[in-house]
Each structure stands twice: as structure tokens, then as C-alpha cells.
């Protein structure tokens, strides 16, 4: 190891200090001898150089690929109000990205932990004095995740032709209304009055409204249904969902009482062998 700093020690000496370095082994010795001050600085410009270079791709790369993500949220924008030709697009010709698509799912559970912290306290029904934010990320991605997993498997068994990746990222561009409309909720909740409670109802049920016609067109169009084929998927999707998490909750409340019978008999294995 200290052979190794010398080494390096010379090497820095070699390129930036212009001496002369003498390392000196138990066998050997090495004369290093200083390049010229003009060699110094033409090393010197060229790792400026380099690091420049590397530093304009770098902000040039970052440039294009924040373009790219703006350009994708407005076409996310586009197909709330043009569900079936944005949807259609999505699937066949590759428009939006599962980036993107992830990107608004997490700013919709960014606004619901908004909601839970910043909502009036007239229509907050009384805010928790603790409030624990993974809960909602825990319950947010469940559903997300079930509701897509749970597609995918029955779309599986009814011919539908979507990928996983494709319900994602459709379920994703869906949740844009959700999201917004429920931001919009949680600053008018701090200057609605009690009597304009209706008002603010209507934009939830607005929001949950949009919201669930663009997963069911997203479906549709995804995997190319018919309209009565497509409700009876998504009815069946949700009753897929409930059997996933009733199956991991039951897996969950198994592997706890095998834990606390496995507890128990060391337990006991214990005692009896103290005793005996």
C-alpha cells in the first residue's frame, strides 16, 4: 500500500511540480525525470479542455431529456380531453413514456399527502395530530399497482392485447385530471366557506369521475374491446384486486402465527433443556 502512494505521489510530482522524484525500494531506484513547463500546460489545457467538453454534453443532455418530459406532459394534457386518439397513439405508434407516466403517479400521491396536511379544516372533518405520509404512499401504490397487475392478468385470459408496460402507462396519463383537479381542491378548501361545501364536492366528484372514464377508455382502447367487454374487465378487475390483496393478507397472517409458533417452541425447547 505504501509503495503504491509513493508511486502516485511521483506521478503527481511527475505531471504538476516540475522536480525532479527520486523513489527510493529496497532493490531499486527510479529517477523521474519533470516534463518541461511547456508539456505542464498543454496537459493542463487539455484536461481543461476534456472537462468542459464533458460538462456541455452533460447540461445538453439534461436539456433534451427535460424537453423530451415537458413535451410528453403536455401530450399527457392533450389526451384528457382526446382520450381515444391519445390512448390509441400510446398503444400503437409509442407516444408518452413509462417515465413520464410514473412521474404523474407520484405527483398525485404527492397532492393526496398535500390533502391530508393543507385541506380546510371545514372539509378536512378534523386533521390527525400525527400523520404518517408512507400510509398513503403504501395505499396509493397499492392500488395503482393492483389495479394494473390486476388488468393484466385477466386481459391475459380475455385476448386483450396490451402489455404490461402499455396498461401502466395509460393507467399513469389517467390519473393527470385526478391530480390536478385535486390540487386546485386543496387551496380552495382554505377559502371555501361551510355553505359553498357543494362546490367542492362537485370538483371531487368531477375528478373521480374523469378520472375513472379515462382507465375504462384506456382499456378499451389498449386492448382493443368492445364497450360491454371493457365494463366487464374492469368490474372484473376490481374483484381481481380484492382476491390479490385478501391472498397477501392472508400470506401475511400465516407467516406471522408460523413466526409466533416457531417463538413459542424455542421457547419451550429452552426451558425444558434448563430444566432438564
Not at 403517479?105 to 393526496?112: A, C, E, H, L, S
Amino acid at each position: 500500500m505504501i509503495k503504491w502512494l509513493k508511486t502516485f505521489r511521483s506521478l503527481v510530482s511527475f505531471v504538476f511540480e516540475g522536480g525532479a522524484v527520486h523513489y527510493i525500494n529496497e532493490s531499486q531506484k527510479f529517477d523521474v525525470i519533470a516534463p518541461s513547463k511547456t508539456i505542464q500546460q498543454g496537459l493542463l489545457k487539455g484536461l481543461i479542455r476534456r472537462l468542459e467538453g464533458l460538462n456541455e454534453i452533460t447540461v445538453a443532455s439534461f436539456k433534451t431529456k427535460f424537453l423530451r418530459v415537458i413535451k410528453e406532459l403536455r401530450y399527457a394534457a392533450y389526451l384528457t380531453t382526446h382520450p381515444a386518439k391519445g390512448f390509441w397513439e400510446i398503444k400503437q405508434e409509442g407516444e408518452g413514456s413509462l417515465f413520464t407516466a410514473m412521474l404523474i403517479f407520484f405527483g398525485t400521491v404527492f397532492v393526496m399527502i398535500l390533502r391530508e396536511l393543507y385541506t380546510g379544516f371545514i372539509f378536512s372533518g378534523g386533521r390527525a395530530v400525527y400523520y404518517d405520509f408512507t400510509n398513503t404512499i403504501i395505499s396509493m401504490s397499492s392500488l395503482f399497482f393492483g389495479w394494473c397487475v390486476a388488468n393484466w392478468c385477466l386481459t391475459c385470459l380475455f385476448d386483450g392485447e396490451g402489455k404490461l408496460r402499455d396498461i401502466i402507462k395509460a393507467t399513469g396519463y389517467a390519473l393527470l385530471p385526478f391530480m390536478l383537479i385535486q390540487f386546485v381542491m386543496v387551496i380552495l378548501s382554505n377559502y371555501f366557506i361551510e355553505r359553498e361545501e357543494i362546490f367542492y364536492d362537485m370538483l371531487n366528484s368531477i375528478s373521480m369521475a374523469w378520472m375513472i372514464g379515462l382507465i375504462i377508455m384506456s382499456v378499451m382502447i389498449t386492448h382493443q374491446y368492445a364497450v360491454l367487454k371493457t365494463i366487464l374487465v374492469c368490474f372484473f378487475s376490481v374483484l381481481a384486486m380484492m382476491m390479490i390483496a385478501f391472498i397477501i393478507l392472508l400470506i401475511f397472517n400465516l407467516t406471522n402465527q408460523v413466526g409466533d409458533f416457531i417463538g413459542v417452541f424455542m421457547d419451550e425447547l429452552q426451558l425444558r433443556m434448563a430444566g432438564g
